[in-house]
């Protein structure tokens, strides 16, 4: 009787996975999730993503348990626990998703030495967190790309894999016991609008919006109002669906929609690839600009104002409301907080890079933090001095002001003409409208940030 253990990490589904489909080469398998208390400690499970991880849990043991199995969960440190599992039920093999984060390599390297003593197997699989493996494709002479241009044209012409069918038989060991599975019930300060997780409810949204939005995305995708995009992020981040797949499927469907679909997909990608050959760019600057940003203490007060959506720039509002309410936030709107935090109010890229993992449901540190770089123009960026203003791009992406007057209500009543500059309300009507003027000049905001790059 052969068991193999497949750990479970960033892959929390049964389709399309091909660590599993190895492991069940085996007579039995174990499939083990392990709640390390060392994500706590680097503070990275805050209520969202833990109530969101809890549902995903919750339906990967539901359907490992309609193929007869059930997913085991630990908790304690990821090797320890590993290890223990294998030796309980006296595995040959243990298989898991490869990552790129430093976390990952030190959790593959550590089991594989402590593997290695007990004599059992640890194996490896890539393609299973992205759709094409870090270092896949390179340019000549370099490790990584550096530009996503010329990497999606390498990308596009990679082959992928086939996608893997969901088991329809699981075999677990009776022997081999966890702890109950984790609820979001049991957790509080969750954003009130966030998603359910899970693969289930992931494969239900992605089949959904191929029939009624994929056509339409490459037109409306940055339509803040109209909310056009697939808003899957946060099943990929966990996971729980299978970005091979979704490649696949939107190819097989076609169209100018799905073709600017499948490049934000390989957006995932081209991060991957960067932070796999630059792992310290998750906290340092990829490409230094010699930022002399403000001291925290100084501009603490403009951090507040921007964390509780009151700047007095209404799109820059409304996104960090939106990000509070539902832990999510569509992504023009990312980039236009982002750009008024760095550049225009010239703070540190990792302060707001830190709030919006204390936030997002799909927030991680390898698109979360390189997005930050890209925008703070310490990143990938070819125009890394580029400011976003926010009354343009309030004006061409919001033009009725729908999406403002969602999340800022206070505003409901202001006309098109005003809605993104309020403050050229005739008084009379200004004084009537609670919402606070503008926290800076853009033009001057504008001029400090040139000067601090020396473009003046």
Not at 299 to 325: C, F, K, N, S
Request: aromatic share 8%.
């Amino acid at each position: 009787m052969t068991v193999a253990v497949v750990l479970f990490t960033s892959d929390l589904r049964v389709h399309d996975h091909p660590p599993l489909r190895a492991a069940l080469a085996a007579d039995e398998v174990v499939p083990l999730f392990v709640r390390d208390p060392g994500v706590h400690a680097a503070g990275f499970d805050v209520p969202n993503r833990s109530a969101f991880l809890a549902d995903c849990l919750t339906d990967l043991d539901a359907s490992l348990r309609r193929r007869g199995g059930r997913l085991v969960v630990r908790k304690g440190p990821v090797v320890q626990e590993v290890c223990a599992v294998a030796a309980q039920c006296a595995a040959t093999q243990v298989h898991l998703a490869s990552g790129v984060t430093g976390y990952a390599h030190r959790r593959e390297a550590q089991l594989r030495d402590a593997l290695r003593g007990q004599g059992v197997a640890l194996h490896v699989h890539d393609s299973v967190i992205t759709a094409v493996a870090p270092g896949a494709v390179t340019p000549v002479g370099h490790d990584h790309f550096a530009v996503f241009t010329p990497y999606f044209r390498r990308w596009s012409q990679e082959r992928l894999r086939d996608v893997c069918p969901a088991p329809r038989t699981v075999r677990v060991p009776d022997a081999v016991r966890g702890e109950p599975l984790p609820s979001r019930d049991e957790l509080s300060g969750l954003s009130p609008g966030l998603p359910t997780g899970g693969e289930a409810p992931g494969r239900d949204r992605f089949s959904r919006w191929v029939r009624s939005g994929l056509a339409e995305y490459e037109d409306r995708h940055d339509d803040l109002a109209g909310d056009a995009t697939s808003r899957l992020s946060p099943y990929l981040h966990f996971g729980a669906l299978s970005p091979v797949e979704l490649v696949q499927r939107a190819r097989e469907r076609g169209g100018p929609g799905a073709e600017a679909f499948v490049r934000q997909l390989c957006w995932r990608d081209f991060h991957h690839q960067v932070l796999a050959a630059r792992p310290d760019a998750s906290s340092r600057d990829y490409r230094t600009r010699h930022d002399r940003w403000r001291a925290e203490d100084e501009a603490a007060e403009d951090i507040a104002a921007w964390r509780d959506g009151r700047t007095g720039y209404p799109v820059v509002d409304a996104a960090m409301r939106q990000l509070r309410h539902e832990g999510w936030m569509h992504n023009r709107a990312r980039l236009l907080a982002a750009s008024f935090l760095v550049k225009t109010l010239y703070v540190d890229w990792r302060i707001g890079a830190r709030h919006f993992l204390d936030l997002l449901v799909d927030g991680d540190i390898v698109n979360n933090q390189l997005n930050w770089q890209w925008v703070a123009g310490t990143g990938t960026d070819t125009r890394p001095h580029r400011v976003l203003n926010p009354v343009v791009q309030g004006k061409r992406f919001d033009a009725a002001g729908g999406y403002v007057r969602r999340w800022v209500p206070e505003l409901r009543d202001v006309a098109d003409a005003r809605i993104h500059e309020p403050w050229r309300l005739p008084e009379a009507e200004r004084a009537r409208v609670e919402y606070p003027r503008p926290l800076i000049d853009l033009g001057e905001g504008l001029a400090r940030f040139r000067h601090a790059r020396g473009r003046d």
